[in-house]
T-cell receptor, first 115, second 114 residues
Framework: GDSVTQMEGPVTLSEEAFLTINCTYT??????LFWYVQYPGEGLQLLLK?????DKGSNKGFEATYRKETTSFHLEKGSVQVSDSAVYFC??????????????FGKGTKLTVNP | NAGVTQTPKFQVLKTGQSMTLQCAQD?????MSWYRQDPGMGLRLIHY???????DQGEVPNGYNVSRSTTEDFPLRLLSAAPSQTSVYFC?????????????FGPGTRLTVL
């Protein structure tokens, strides 16, 4: 079945550092890809998404590009802030495996940004 | 709009007890689902529903029951709690339409089974 693999955490950075969180996937069909963020004590929120190859999703300074050739969707931010401290989940939905509403999640990467 | 609400926020059960986790949404979303979140495991789909009266199993359905009598509510029932069900449970909802629509998650219920 479909799966998502993201880099193990935790990741600790200083404010204004560059962030990369790696995410790769395997899928039967042509999935849509997502990054969700979970702030402490809260539910998940959609951070960004991409629905086809070479699409770039972006939001709040975060970016990720859908790379079909490498089956990857790495999350990047040029200058992190303390407020970015959260758990980040890479996820996919595959219309050929249960429909576009079912999400398959990676294990999550905890990011801590120190002042 | 309140979005997706879940009650209770925290719950401690003894092995063998039953309980219902409540989930409600006020966005008129057809699709609702339940996930559990375990350390190092990400989120895994338990059950989902595409509309009132229609439910189906996800990846990890054993030990859980659901029903969907209204569009707004999607309760999750544990009939006989086990320590393996200690987890954080999230409810989510979205519109059913062409392509992908953003899923909205509730704040979660942290369940401990002793």
């Amino acid at each position: 079945g479909d799966s998502v693999t993201q880099m193990e955490g935790p990741v600790t950075l200083s404010e204004e550092a560059f962030l990369t969180i790696n995410c790769t996937y395997t899928a039967t069909g042509y999935p849509s890809l997502f990054w969700y963020v979970q702030y402490p004590g809260e539910g998940l929120q959609l951070l960004l998404k991409a629905t086809k190859a070479d699409d770039k999703g972006s939001n709040k300074g975060f970016e990720a590009t859908y790379r079909k050739e490498t089956t990857s969707f790495h999350l990047e931010k040029g200058s992190v802030q303390v407020s970015d401290s959260a758990v980040y989940f890479c996820a996919l939905s595959d219309p050929f495996q249960g429909g576009s509403e079912k999400l398959v999640f990676g294990k999550g990467t905890k990011l801590t940004v120190n002042p | 709009n309140a979005g997706v609400t879940q009650t209770p926020k925290f719950q401690v059960l003894k092995t063998g007890q039953s309980m219902t986790l409540q989930c409600a949404q006020d966005m008129n979303h057809e699709y609702m689902s339940w996930y559990r979140q375990d350390p190092g495991m990400g989120l895994r789909l338990i059950h989902y529903s595409v509309g009132a009266g229609i439910t189906d199993q996800g990846e990890v359905p054993n030990g859980y029951n659901v029903s969907r009598s209204t569009t707004e509510d999607f309760p999750l029932r544990l009939l006989s709690a086990a320590p393996s069900q200690t987890s954080v449970y999230f409810c989510a909802s979205t519109l059913l339409a062409g392509g992908y629509n953003e899923q909205f998650f509730g704040p979660g219920t942290r369940l401990t089974v002793l």
